[in-house]
């Protein structure tokens, strides 16, 4: 990274995303952002300082996986649909939820050259569904490996970021898992895509110089 950006800036500062969503909604104390990302799921606890590598997990099953997953269901379904991933992709961002379905999920999808309807509803949803055991283990995992003076209070301040967390009925999925421990909140930040860059832009302008590499 440093040599990618050397041509451009003078200094440079890496940081995970979690904590550039955490810093730009000023939720830098017993919060926990999961940011869902194409090709990554990652998890930060956040506790007033830089977070340490203990405070944070990565999981790769996360919106390519999901791509790749309703891409191989699709095709066993119907193998005579002609589609690509890009299709596929797109079918998964209109459409995507877990749990049940509020009515069914149609698409087109060209059949020897005929544009053709689809019902693809279950594909769509054991598709998002397959990364739910990977984000609840590991908000679990992490929060149980905090001071149990403020897990409570990290249960009830979950943030969930990133293209991923526009998934419909997540949040709810997730709720329904933590409240076997005790009351929780979970929230999605209001801008999945920028609130990253947002946070990041607000942080290059606020840290101390010290915090800064040369590149």
């Known amino acids: 990274i440093k040599k990618l950006v050397a041509d451009f800036a003078d200094s440079i500062m890496v940081v995970s995303e979690p904590f550039t969503v955490a810093y730009g909604l000023n939720a830098l104390n017993n919060a926990m952002v999961i940011d869902i990302g194409a090709g990554t799921m990652d998890f930060c606890i956040m506790h007033g300082t830089m977070p340490t590598d203990e405070d944070q997990k990565t ?19 119907y193998p005579s649909a002609d589609f690509t991933l890009h299709m596929v992709r797109r079918f998964k961002e209109q459409h995507s ?7 069914p999920v149609m698409v087109e999808i060209p059949v020897n050259g005929k544009p053709t309807m689809h019902d693809i509803t279950n594909e769509i949803r054991r ?8 984000i609840s283990e590991t908000t679990l995992e992490l929060i149980a490996g905090f001071d149990p003076e403020f897990q409570k209070k990290v ?11 526009q998934i419909k009925g997540l949040r709810e999925h997730l709720e329904g ?31 101390p110089d010290e915090y800064w590499e040369k590149s």
């Open 59 to 77: 999981v790769l099953t996360a919106g390519d996986y999901i791509d790749q997953q309703l891409q191989t269901f699709l095709h066993e379904r």
């Open 97 to 103: 939820f877990v749990g049940e379905p509020k009515s």
């Open 127 to 134: 598709a998002c569904e397959s990364i739910l055991p990977g």
């Open 155 to 165: 249960r009830n301040n979950i943030i969930l970021a990133g293209g991923g967390s």
């Open 177 to 207: 898992v933590l409240k076997e421990y005790g009351p929780c909140s979970v929230s999605t930040i209001p801008d999945p895509l920028f609130g990253g860059a947002d946070g990041a832009l607000a942080l290059a302008m606020e840290m």
